[in-house]
């Protein structure tokens, strides 16, 4: 689905690239992760893959065009849901997607649908300049799916909604994966791309540091604790740590669960975040 060699971009009055040397392939049917601080080039490479900027060195195919030499039909194959979205303010939400499915060929979905699922179905008459920050996000969504693009990217697409709408919009991006469609995910959230990633790029100053699924990440890293809590002889509760693999053959640990002393157990294994840390110096800011 999309093929990228040796990218490389800078602004017009930057001295340094923002992009440099980055190579990567994106399967049909993937969910792909972009993982990086705020200034990381993200944003700008997701505007190179959707055919905002076109004066870049490197090769970039999408879709089996190369994007400096698109036509309107590749803009009929993608969806892109923008961090921050805009809209005709004085439309209300119905008729901005009446209005942006009219201009792509294919027949649109339902709009109706989708805003009962994203809980917009009472506010479908209201206009968007009356909406919050995570309104305009879930009718962004919205909008990037109606004409049923095959290649969908979204940036940071739960910023600002609380963990209920979040949850609902993740649980979609999962059913679009599984009807076939490709996802780029461009986000800052470690939960998100752990949660949703097939494969993560870190990037950290336009370069991918490391490329690979979140399980291979979390197993490269270092072993792997199991924390348990027990009531000692004076009836105090202490903790001990032991490495997984060697739990059940723990002494201590079994006697304890014998004697059904083992009041807490729990993992510590890395975060996404943690693996990003450690591999790149870098915070998920």
């Not at 993982?35 to 893959?49: E, V």
């Not at 879709?63 to 979205?85: A, M, R, T, W």
């Not at 903790?239 to 723990?250: A, I, K, M, Q, Y």
């Not at 729990?266 to 110096?281: M, P």
């Amino acid at each position: 689905m999309i093929t990228v060699e040796k990218l490389c971009y800078r602004y017009p009055k930057n001295k340094a690239n923002t992009l440099n040397n980055i190579s990567f392939e994106v399967k049909k049917g993937e969910i792909f992760g972009f993982l990086g601080p705020s200034g990381a080039g993200k944003s700008t490479l997701q505007k190179i893959l959707t055919g905002t900027l076109s004066d870049y060195q490197g090769n970039v195919s999408v879709l089996d065009y190369s994007l400096k030499q698109l036509s309107d039909g590749y803009y009929n194959k993608i969806g892109v849901d923008f961090e921050f979205p805009n809209f005709y303010s004085k439309f209300t939400a119905l008729e901005n997607l009446n209005y942006f499915s009219s201009l792509y060929t294919q027949k649109s979905l339902d709009p109706l649908p989708l805003l009962q699922r994203m809980n917009l179905q009472e506010d479908a008459q209201k206009p968007v300049a009356r909406f919050s920050k995570g309104m305009k996000t879930r009718l962004g969504f919205i909008r990037c799916l109606l004409h049923n693009p095959d290649l969908l990217f979204l940036d940071e697409p739960t910023s600002g909604l609380d963990p209920a709408n979040a949850r609902i919009l993740k649980d979609m991006v999962k059913e679009l994966k599984n009807a076939g469609k490709t996802i780029i995910l461009t986000t800052h959230n470690m939960h998100d791309a752990e949660e949703l990633c097939d494969r993560v790029a870190f990037i950290v100053d336009g370069k991918i540091r490391a490329l690979d699924t979140p399980a291979a990440f979390r197993q490269s890293s270092h072993e792997t604790n199991v924390i348990y809590s027990f009531l000692n002889q004076k009836n105090v509760e202490e903790e001990r740590v032991v490495p997984v693999n060697t739990l059940f053959s723990d002494a201590h640990f079994r006697a304890m669960s014998e004697a059904e002393n083992v009041t807490r157990i729990h993992s510590n294994e890395q975060s996404l975040e943690d693996i990003f840390i450690s591999i790149t110096g870098r915070q998920l800011l």
